[in-house]
């Protein structure tokens, strides 16, 4: 319970089954699965996704490339069970919306 993880590194794979998680990474390409209830899971690397029980937190973060540069164009918050969003699915930003990962 009450674990606090982060990492920075690209494509990392983050898990956390504790109730109250805070659960963070600001590597490109991140799998953040959060198992726990009451917890918040956050990506805010490019091409993140997160997933977490009813009534936990996501925060993802949308990039584009502009002139050749990667830019964050969009943060998005939302909360499991309400806002559409559904318990145990992945999720990423897609022109600032929250879309269902395959």
Not at 7 to 29: L, R, V, Y
């Amino acid at each position: 319970e009450f674990a606090k993880i982060g990492s920075s590194g690209d494509s990392a794979k983050i898990g956390s089954s504790g109730e109250f998680a805070k659960i963070g990474s600001s590597g490109d390409s991140a799998k953040i699965d959060s198992t726990g209830k009451r917890s918040i899971a956050s990506g805010i690397g490019a091409e993140s996704i997160a997933k977490a029980k009813e009534g936990s937190w996501i925060v993802l973060a949308e990039w584009k490339s502009m002139d050749g540069k990667w830019t964050p164009v969009c943060v998005r918050a939302g909360q499991i069970g309400k806002d559409g969003l559904k318990a145990d699915t992945f999720y990423k930003l897609v022109g600032g919306e929250f879309v269902e990962v395959e």
